[in-house]
């Protein structure tokens, strides 16, 4: 299936990884649907559940069907930001985890953001999704169903709970190490841009 290009430099758009990172997409606003405005807690587990499961789905399907292309490179983490934003004030709304955690999360985003912006505003575009940041991102996919699972199942929270919270801590000690290392890759590619330029002039 090689898909169909878009013709503006995304590559191709109708692919297995793309539809895979659409309907991860989809599994947003599902999730916030059920899990805020009716009490099917069970069903917004399960897609909670399958979108962390599935992080990793599409750069598998990318690689292995060789149709990696730039919608997909965008896709991919954009979705992977919306489950976590979005998991992560549902929540905290819920008491389900406690402020202090979504504000260390929060200001990563942020940083995440400011460093972007910088980026651009110097004529850059975003260096490649570290691995690190992936399996941060997976961990804490993970780490939110069990959190879940342990307020809302009684038979479940003596193992569900520490095993939430320890996923959560690995996640998010990663979540800042890929931050660090995001930096640096950054720096790297802005220092070898003024290189190139120098050198050209």
Not at 15 to 29: A, K
Not at 114 to 136: M, S
Not at 151 to 158: G, H, I
């Given at each position: 299936m090689p898909g169909v290009a878009d013709g503006q430099g995304l590559g191709p758009v109708l692919?297995?990884?793309?539809?895979?990172?659409?309907?991860?997409?989809?599994?947003?606003?599902l999730?916030?649907?059920?899990?805020?405005?009716?009490?099917?807690?069970g069903w917004a587990i399960a897609v909670l559940a399958v979108g962390g499961l599935s992080d990793?789905?599409?750069?598998?399907a990318a690689?292995?069907?060789?149709?990696?292309?730039?919608?997909?490179?965008?896709?991919?983490p954009l979705a992977d930001r919306l489950y976590i934003l979005a998991t992560l004030i549902a929540l905290t709304v819920k008491d389900v985890?406690?402020?202090?955690?979504?504000?260390?999360?929060?200001?990563?985003?942020?940083v995440m953001v400011?460093?972007?912006?910088?980026?651009?505003?110097?004529?850059?575009?975003?260096?490649?999704?570290?691995?690190?940041?992936?399996?941060?991102t997976?961990?804490?996919l993970m780490g939110f169903p069990m959190?879940?699972?342990?307020?809302?199942?009684?038979?479940?929270?003596?193992?569900?709970?520490?095993s939430g919270w320890a996923l959560l801590w690995w996640g998010i000690v990663l979540y800042w190490v890929a931050a660090v290392l995001y930096f640096i890759q950054a720096g790297i590619h802005v220092r070898a841009g003024r290189a190139a330029a120098a050198g050209a002039s």
């Open positions: 692919t297995v990884p793309n539809l895979i990172s659409f309907t991860r997409l989809l599994g947003v606003p999730f916030l649907y059920l899990f805020l405005a009716t009490d099917a807690t990793w789905v599409d750069g598998f690689r292995r069907l060789k149709q990696v292309s730039r919608l997909g490179e965008l896709l991919d985890v406690p402020w202090w955690f979504t504000i260390a999360l929060l200001g990563r985003e942020a400011l460093c972007l912006v910088v980026l651009r505003i110097l004529g850059h575009g975003p260096p490649p999704v570290h691995y690190v940041g992936k399996t941060a997976a961990i804490l959190m879940l699972l342990a307020r809302f199942s009684e038979a479940a929270r003596p193992w569900a709970l520490p």
